[in-house]
């Protein structure tokens, strides 16, 4: 029987549909461990590319010890 993993509910918070409004949603994910995945958030930040809380929360993956953060950057379609 089929049950829903309740860590499933947490990537809806980073799904989004397709948008028909001429935009389109670009989503950019770090996978790796906790500490890896911030390490770089960080550095992207410091370069200017995304603030520090534009990530999602730390998802966890299917290898133990290993995270991912998701980024959205909405685009005009040309």
Do not use: C
């Amino acid at each position: 029987m089929f049950q829903e993993n309740p860590q499933d509910a947490q990537t809806t918070d980073v799904v989004e549909m397709p948008s028909t409004s001429g935009r389109e949603a670009v989503k950019i994910m770090l996978v790796g461990t906790p500490q890896g995945v911030v390490n770089i958030i960080h550095t992207l930040y410091r370069r200017g590319f995304a603030e520090v809380t534009e990530w999602s929360p730390p998802l966890p993956t299917a290898i133990p010890g290993e995270v991912m953060r998701v980024l959205v950057r909405h685009l005009v379609l040309d």
